[in-house]
């Protein structure tokens, strides 16, 4: 069975810092991997996904993800924070075997502190 | 261009009375998904369609719930005999292709309240 994990509920970030929001996936074969960020009152957005090649997948709004393999994590990151980047992300992973869908985190709140 | 629409935006029910949510997928989207967004619990899938294969049903929670998609286009999810419990966002997402490479796109949500 496939599973993903975001360890953190919350984080929290000074403007203009780095930050970095933490997932975590298991699953059989090769993983499918994917961010998607909900903003207030809006639906879930597409940020990057991970399918083959470079391990640094760059994405939306300035976000970077890299896929370690040895680790099983697929960590989002952006360079220099905005209090714009505050809301809900969800990291989502697939096998690839059989057809079943994405499977979704509990989403992180990220919270861009001026 | 046109993303996925939901209909209603909210709905409020008494328990035990029925209710249906609609999702219009992107034109030319083969994939169609549902999932329900309850405060602190992430995403959980319901079900999901795929071209003219049967659905993949699995996540349904109980006999309550039950979806069709006509013509491979509109959907509909129906809740019968609502509960408490039954109270989340009910989100419709669809994609061009299998999930397994293409993104999926996502509705506004369906905000469902069981009084």
């Known amino acids: 069975a496939q599973s993903v994990a975001q360890p953190e509920d919350q984080v929290n970030v000074a403007e203009g810092n780095p930050l970095t929001v933490k997932c975590t996936y298991s699953?059989?074969?090769?993983?499918?991997l994917f961010w998607y960020v909900q903003y207030p009152n809006r639906g879930l957005q597409f940020l990057l996904k991970?399918?083959?090649?470079?391990?640094l997948v760059k994405g939306s709004y300035g976000f970077e993800a890299e896929f370690n393999k040895s680790q099983t994590s697929f960590h989002l990151k952006k360079p220099s924070a905005l209090v714009s980047d505050s809301a809900l992300y969800f990291c989502?992973?697939?096998?690839?075997?059989?057809?079943?869908?994405?499977?979704f985190g509990k989403g992180t709140r990220l919270s861009v502190i001026a | 261009g046109a993303g996925v629409s939901q209909s209603p935006s909210n709905k409020v029910t008494e328990k035990g009375k029925d209710v249906e949510l609609r999702c219009d997928p992107i034109?030319?989207?083969?994939?169609l998904y549902w999932y329900r967004q309850s405060l602190g619990q992430g995403l959980e899938f319901l079900i999901y369609?795929?071209?003219?294969?049967?659905?993949?049903k699995s996540g349904l929670p109980s006999d309550r719930f039950s979806a069709e998609r006509t013509g491979g286009s509109v959907s509909t999810l129906t809740i019968q005999r609502t509960q408490q419990e039954d109270s989340a966002v009910y989100l419709c997402?669809?994609?061009?292709?299998?999930?397994?490479?293409?993104?999926?796109?996502f509705g506004p949500g369906t905000r469902l309240t069981v009084t």
């Open positions: 699953v059989s074969g090769n993983p499918y």
């Open positions: 989502a992973v697939r096998g690839n075997s059989g057809n079943t869908p994405l499977v």
């Open positions: 369609f795929q071209g003219n294969s049967a659905p993949d």
């Open positions: 991970y399918i083959t090649g470079d391990n």
């Open positions: 997402a669809s994609s061009y292709g299998t999930p397994k490479v293409y993104e999926q796109y």
């Open positions: 034109s030319g989207h083969t994939a």
